[in-house]
């Protein structure tokens, strides 16, 4: 073969490599191409679903904030400064109130720092506790004053996870308030949050009663200890609830204190009805009718029916 045709085959064979090469680039960039398509559709897909999995799950349940600053401090002056003609008017709660103080015989009195002693038991998880408590303070503030009170709810769920009956019920807790009043002693115990243990599914203690409390709660109350638990001097006693607290559901600590006020609200007939009650016995066994302030002839009046 002649220089010349070597030349030519040279050539040729050259220009066949370069194609092949050539084509083996763009080859190359796509599939590079299809692979950064593929990387950014999955992202996408993962994105979007995200996106609608988000916009169609319920957000769970999430109990109520606590107050503070000024919308606690109007919630608890409306609380605790019921007006006498509403309380009177209210009376006995239209039937809103379902269970009355019943009285204790021939039992000592009770008295603390030589006063009638007033005892409670409760636990912030309870829903029946958090209703009591409402109507515990309007009528205790016609016969001393409350510092120190702070607002709580009722427990959504127990420690294996069930719903607590009334769950979040809107409430006040009694743990570092205090109470002072030339009539009564007031001793309140929270014996448990409302929050479980993760440790052991159990509400976390916060009190304990002593060994004169606990052995009057199970006298009672039952030994089960019953809460709520209320005890008039060794004269009359409140075990369990004493009106439904779904009365206080849905609505905020402001709107059902405020509500307190207004006579034909339901809010009033349950509470104040309550607090009547709960007037009458302490005014009956406790006080002698004292004051007349908050001893009045409609709170006298209720006192024949406990």
């Known amino acids: 073969m002649g220089k010349a045709s070597r030349t030519k085959v040279e050539s040729s064979r050259r220009e066949k490599i370069a194609a092949q090469r050539a084509a ?56 605790t400064s019921v007006p006498a003609s509403t309380l009177d008017s209210v009376g006995k709660g239209g039937g809103a109130v379902t269970a009355v103080p019943q009285p204790v015989k021939s039992a000592p009195a009770l008295t603390a720092n030589g006063k009638p002693e007033m005892l409670y038991m409760g636990a912030e998880y309870c829903p029946y506790c958090a209703a009591e408590r409402w109507a515990m303070i309007v009528a205790l503030s016609r016969f001393g004053t409350f510092k120190g009170l702070a607002t709580v709810h009722s427990a959504l769920s127990n420690g294996a996870g069930d719903a607590e009956p009334d769950p979040d019920t809107p409430s006040f807790t009694f743990l570092h308030a205090t109470y002072s009043s030339k009539y009564l002693t007031f001793t309140p115990v929270e014996l448990e949050t409302n929050i479980p243990d993760p440790s052991n599914g159990e509400y976390t203690s916060l009190q304990t009663p002593t060994a004169a409390e606990q052995a009057l709660s199970t006298k009672y109350a039952g030994p089960d200890g019953s809460i709520p638990w209320i005890d008039f001097g060794n004269h009359y006693m409140i075990s369990g609830v004493s009106y439904d607290p779904a009365v206080l559901d849905g609505n905020s600590w402001l709107t059902n204190a405020t509500d307190l006020s207004n006579p034909s609200s339901p809010v009033a007939q349950a509470v104040d009805g309550t607090a009547n009650y709960i007037t009458a016995a302490i005014c009956k066994g406790m006080t002698n009718n004292q004051p007349a302030s908050a001893c009045t002839p409609a709170v006298q009046a209720l006192e024949s029916q406990i």
């Open 24 to 79: 083996e680039r763009r080859s190359e960039q796509r599939r590079r191409i299809l692979i950064a398509g593929g990387s950014v559709l999955v992202i996408i897909v993962v994105v979007v679903a995200f996106i609608v999995i988000k916009a169609n799950s319920k957000p769970a349940k999430t109990s109520s904030s606590a107050l503070n600053g000024s919308s606690l401090s109007q919630t608890v002056s409306k609380l």
